[in-house]
């Protein structure tokens, strides 16, 4: 078996305004840009895509232990995002940020805009957490975890 993994380095999002997801990612979550670029059409693009004559601007945003990759494409022109039912249907289902306080979040965040499944609940012992929707319709989860759970914050190595 091959071993050289080190972890998971980013999500990427195509979103319809790289400003609005600015407005959300950073301004409202707190999260850093640390690069942005404007990608022109090349050959390589579009070998590296699969797509036809792509062009976008992009924006790397350092989110705490991963970075979000996030995509304003102009061409080809993109699809508006198909309705997901969450965690069911193939493909990416969610991202789950790690919070203080699930309730504070959830406050807030539906102050910015997010559209929530449902309250905050606690889903097993010490693990807190609510599902909704991003303003471009991804599905994100907050997440309050106490220390010690196999799969707590504390436990990853950055």
Known sequence: MFKGFKGIHHIALSVNSLEQARLFYVEKLGFEIVD????PYSETGDCV?????????MMMVRAGNI????FEFSSPEPKPQAFMRSVCDHGYTHMSFQVEDVHA???YLEEAGVQWHHPPVEAV???????????????IEVQQLIDGQPYSF???TL
């Open 105 to 107: 979040a959830y406050r």
């Open 36 to 39: 942005q670029d404007q990608i």
């Open 67 to 70: 970075f979000l990759e996030i």
């Open 49 to 57: 895509t699969a797509l036809d004559h792509a062009e976008c601007n």
């Open 154 to 156: 504390e436990k990853l």
């Open 125 to 139: 012992e010490g693990y807190f957490m609510a599902y909704g929707r991003d303003p471009f319709g991804n599905v």
